[in-house]
């Protein structure tokens, strides 16, 4: 088990950048994929990116390839989200998930952060 703690949200205008970071707990850390989740007002929490232990292996939901990089570092225990090229629809809650998941084409974890607020504005 791993405790997830996420910083680096705020206030952003559209085009702007920011650099989320989970912090996670726990000495099983690199035993994990790592990933991000995001949830709109509204709107069901939807996959944003996922990074396996190592760091190789990244995928990406098509509505972020491009503009997003998920990264991590095992011997801070910390797995980052930079986002550039932000737009009003990349606003919601993000979510930072550790033992990530894919099962026909549906991603889900199994340990939650609490979330941050990202806010683009145009």
């Known amino acids: 088990q791993v405790q997830l703690v996420e910083s680096g949200g705020g206030l952003v205008q559209a085009g702007g950048s920011l650099r989320l970071s989970c912090a996670a707990s726990?000495?099983?850390?690199?035993?994990?994929?790592m990933g991000w989740f995001r949830q709109a007002p509204g709107k069901e929490r939807e996959f944003v990116a996922r990074i396996n232990w190592s760091g190789g292996i990244t995928r990406y939901a098509d509505s972020v390839q491009g503009r997003f990089t998920i990264s991590r570092d095992n011997a801070k225990n910390t797995v980052y989200l930079q986002m550039n090229s932000l737009k009003p629809e990349d606003t919601g809650v993000y979510y930072c998930a550790a033992d990530v998941t894919v099962d026909v084409g549906k991603y889900d974890a199994h340990m939650w952060g609490q979330g941050t607020q990202v806010t683009v504005s145009s």
């Open positions: 726990g000495r099983t850390f690199t035993s994990y994929t």
